[in-house]
T-cell receptor, first 110, second 118 residues
């Protein structure tokens, strides 16, 4: 099936730094989603993107739907300790199949 | 609001034992899903139910069965557990399967069930 390549696998940053992660695919998706998973919990939706080129913000988070429809990125500005967790990208294709990236594990040092 | 509730949260099984993971949602969603999460592999779809009365295989259905008991409940059964089924299992739901609205795209997840098969 379609694979999503998410990078980086992990990040160790200092509080206050900005973070960037991305997902790429060899196939086209018509929706991109970004989820965050806290330890011991299920993923929670952060941002949903529905149109190529769309740039959407949610507080300190900004995500973009790539023009080619094969990629998306998520930026977190001025990171804080509660940003710690695993971030997943997900893409939905025209067959309504949802695929997930392997996740980016973020550690924020105070 | 409870959202999606999964039980049990933790379970240890011996190879060959059977068990059922329960999932219930109180959001009146039509579609429900079971995923497994393994290190470095993201979430992989086991089975899903687009609407009450229907179930379909996902990417990794082998060794599992599901039952959509009613609109609220979707259970996952391991008939004869194997060590390869050691994983964290997530149930999820959304309003519908098709269409271009947020209801067709946004999954709400349960807190997960950590299963270890010895």
């Amino acid at each position: 099936g379609q694979q999503l390549n998410q990078s980086p696998q992990s990040m160790f940053i200092q509080e206050g730094e900005d973070v960037s992660m991305n997902c790429t695919s060899s196939s086209i998706f018509n929706t991109w989603l970004w989820y965050k998973q806290d330890p011991g919990e299920g993923p929670v939706l952060l941002i949903a993107l529905y149109k190529a080129g769309e740039l959407t913000s949610n507080g300190r988070l900004t995500a973009q739907f790539g023009i080619t429809r094969k990629d998306s990125f998520l930026n977190i500005s001025a990171s804080i300790p509660s940003d710690v967790g695993i971030y997943f990208c997900a893409g939905r294709n025209n067959n309504n199949d949802m695929r997930f990236g392997a996740g980016t594990r973020l550690t924020v040092k105070p | 609001n409870a959202g999606v509730t999964q039980t049990p949260k933790f379970q240890v099984l011996k190879t060959g034992q059977s068990m059922t993971l329960q999932c219930a949602q109180d959001m009146n969603h039509n579609s429900m899903y079971w995923y497994r999460q393994d290190p470095g592999m993201g979430l992989r779809l086991i089975y899903y139910s687009a609407s009450e009365g229907t179930t379909d295989k996902g990417e990794v259905p082998n060794g599992y069965n599901v039952s959509r008991l009613n609109k609220r409940e979707f259970s996952l059964r391991l008939e004869s557990a194997a060590p390869s089924q050691t994983s964290v299992y997530f149930c999820a739901s959304k309003e519908r399967t098709g269409g271009r609205t947020s209801g067709a795209n946004v999954l709400t997840f349960g807190a997960g069930s950590r299963l270890t098969v010895l």
